[in-house]
């Protein structure tokens, strides 16, 4: 039976759990960071010997563990990128920036759990020689702020953070900096900019690796606040241990957030790879199933940004038998198992692991007509394909949800979402134009029957009457 | 017009400027401070706030103009914003909006801020604030509240008294 494996979530919503520094520690919190802290001297990287912080990468290398703030990408390469031979001070961030539609995860990490993150960051500075930390929240989590502000506080008063931390030789500081309600700072390098006090305007990769050129030019890492949590349990349990969670290749334990229209949406951490979406979304454990009367009719299936899949889409995945052959076999959308390398196989990802659940009640339209004013909104400004083309995909497309669709929208949506992916400074461009590409392409129909009942009955009217009104445009 | 602010903030923002090796990275802590202080970032907070961190006024105009949360007029004593995006549209948020815009005299239509003529209430529809399962969601100045019917609307706004 599938069932959620909570690692991450484990003492969230127990009952009598607080969010203060004693519950943690009455719940084995901050047991991991002394024992980082014994896994060997800290010496310097040029000293011969494996260092404890070495040991802790090598670790967290070994344990598979994989970026669970979009790109899913491996957290113990991304730390072994970093350059630590320039002299510069390397810097340490938190992306708490929860930004991705649909996303709701962190939220609760943060709200309900602050010390298993900051734990997790203290392990990961240590870990990266890293003296000088900050948790990037956005802005509208206000109370959020003030719950890890009082968090670092009470560590802080607890030696857990400050100087020689728990009697070691090791400093550390945490600091909070809020955002202000814009998307592009979740993106890596517009957090960068936005946390030296300027606009979030993304940062051209290359040069601008953060972990070569990030904050104020030095190395920087990036991280979700999920992928830091990861960081204790894999302390605690060891790289190996964590690596027989999950499955290979996508390792541990995720949290999804599902939302839509199914009976029980809500936060499910599972072991990745060991649940199918159909079961997340239908099984009692998880999802529930759709309301009453419904029937499917799509999923978003890694927060909006990712590639809409249609109810009944089939995909044909390649596998490695117990013979080990590698052999094709057929599978329906909702038996893809939720992790990485399925979904990437499948045309879309499992981006912020957050599913967006529509049935037959939804007009599609509609759907991406949202989705895109969502992007107009958020695009930074900064390149041109990106700041006209998601302006023109959400003008055209609220045409369309107001009556004055033409038959051929459909395409030229899809010809302007075509010019906008990889003509980009960063991945916005490819997060705006994807859900156009995917809806329109396997949604067709429905738009060009849609423009095309707008332009007969436009036609009508045009002919008794002289003028049409305009749409009210925003 | 000269800009002054209270002792306490002022130390509140020294502070701040503590938590960076570059004093410019406090700008946006800075504007959070002034803004939760006086309601509002005027044209003189902006000037005070450049020239205490040693840039020149248009790094900070330019912030206050990037910014969605930042606002250059005063809005309303209490304000509210719905969650436009999917999720909570699928839960009904354009209801919500709706209700909200009609109890004080708004254009439903338009998704910007708006205030009440007597400028009690602003309302405006935001983007995903990250709790899309329990949506419609909306925040009424710092308080957050999920799956927010009409009626649960209406005793919110008993609240605001
Ligand atoms: C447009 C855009 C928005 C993003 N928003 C977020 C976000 O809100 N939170 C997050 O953790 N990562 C976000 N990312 C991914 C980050 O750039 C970065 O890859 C991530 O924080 C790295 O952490 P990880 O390796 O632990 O996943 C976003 C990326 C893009 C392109
Ligand atoms: S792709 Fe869009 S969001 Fe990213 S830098 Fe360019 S304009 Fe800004
Ligand atoms: S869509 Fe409303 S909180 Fe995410």
């Not at chain 1, 960081?231 to 290749?249: E, Q």
């Not at chain 1, 052999?327 to 599913?355: K, R, W």
């Not at chain 1, 033409?406 to 030229?412: F, M, T």
């Not at chain 1, 134009?433 to 007969?456: I, N, Q, R, T, Y």
Request: with cysteine.
């Amino acid at each position: 039976m599938p069932q959620q494996y909570r690692l991450i979530l484990k003492n969230i919503d127990a009952p009598g759990y607080t969010n203060d520094l004693d519950c943690y520690v009455r719940h084995g919190g901050y047991e991991a960071l002394k024992k980082a802290f014994e896994m060997g001297p800290r010496v310097s990287p040029d000293g011969g010997t494996v260092s404890g912080p070495e040991k802790i990468r090598k670790t967290v290398l070994e344990s598979g563990l994989r970026g669970r703030g979009g790109a899913g990408f491996s957290a113990g390469l991304k730390w072994s990128f970093v350059d630590r031979k320039s002299g510069k001070p390397i810097y340490l961030i938190c992306n708490a920036d929860e930004s991705e539609p649909g996303t709701f995860k962190d939220r609760q990490i943060i709200y309900k759990d602050p010390h298993q993150l900051i734990e997790g960051m203290i392990i990961s500075c240590y870990a990266n020689d890293v003296h000088l930390a900050y948790i990037y929240i956005r802005g509208e989590f206000p109370e959020g702020a003030r719950i890890l502000k009082r968090a670092l506080a009470e560590a802080k008063a607890k030696n857990l953070l400050g100087k020689k931390i728990l009697g070691s030789d090791y400093d550390l500081e945490i600091y909070i900096h809020r955002g202000a309600g814009a998307y592009i700072c979740g993106e890596e390098t517009g957090l960068i900019e936005s946390l030296e006090g300027k606009r979030a305007y993304p940062r051209i990769k290359p040069p601008y690796f953060p972990a070569i050129l990030g904050l104020y030019m030095c190395p920087t890492i990036v991280n979700n606040v999920e992928t830091l949590c990861h960081v204790r349990h894999i302390v605690n349990m060891g790289g190996a241990d964590y690596a027989k969670l999950g499955t290979p290749n996508n390792t541990g334990t995720r949290i999804v957030s599902l939302s839509g229209q199914v009976k029980k949406p809500g936060y499910y951490e599972i072991e990745v790879g060991k649940v199918t979406i159909g079961e997340l979304i239908n099984h009692e454990n998880f999802g529930g199933g759709l309301l009453d009367g419904r029937k499917l009719k799509a999923i978003i299936p890694g927060g909006s940004s990712a590639k809409v899949f249609k109810a009944g889409e089939k995909f044909k995945l390649k596998k490695k038998g117990a013979d080990g052959q590698m052999t094709t076999v057929e599978v329906d959308m909702l038996d893809l198992p939720y992790d990485f390398d399925s979904l990437q196989a499948a045309g879309s990802m499992s981006g912020s692991s957050a599913i967006i659940v529509m049935d037959d009640s939804v007009d599609i339209v509609e759907a991406l007509a949202n989705l895109s004013e969502f992007y107009a909104h958020e695009s930074c400004g900064q390149c041109t394909p990106c700041r006209e083309g998601s302006l023109w995909m959400s003008k055209a497309l609220h045409r369309m949800t107001h009556g004055e669709g033409r038959k051929q929208d459909a395409d030229y949506l899809l010809n302007i979402a075509q010019n906008i992916q990889g003509r980009t400074i960063c991945a916005f461009g490819e997060a705006c134009s994807w859900p156009v590409l995917s809806f329109v392409k396997k949604f067709k129909d429905e738009f060009e029957a849609k423009g095309a009942a707008d332009e007969s009955r436009n036609k009508v009217a045009a002919t008794s009457k002289v003028t049409i009104a305009a749409s009210p445009q925003r | 017009m000269s800009f002054t602010i209270p002792i306490e903030l002022e130390a509140e923002l020294n502070e701040l400027v503590t938590h960076y090796p570059q004093k410019r990275s406090a700008s946006l802590m800075f504007l959070h401070a002034i803004q939760e202080h006086f309601g509002y970032i005027s044209k003189e907070a902006m000037e005070w706030t450049a020239a205490k961190l040693e840039l020149s006024p248009i790094n900070i105009y330019e912030l206050v103009t990037f910014y969605p949360m930042f606002r250059q007029e005063p809005a309303g004593k209490y304000q509210i914003k719905v969650c436009r995006t999917l999720s909570c549209a699928l839960a009904g948020s354009g209801k919500l909006h709706k209700h909200f815009c009609e109890k004080f005299g708004l254009d439903s239509h338009a998704h910007g801020v708006q205030t009440s003529k007597d400028g009690e209430f602003s309302v405006e529809f935001v983007e995903c604030l990250a709790s899309c399962g329990t949506g419609p969601v909306m925040m009424c100045n710092e308080d957050f509240y999920e799956a927010v019917s009409n009626s649960k609307a209406d005793e919110i706004l008993q609240t605001c008294k």
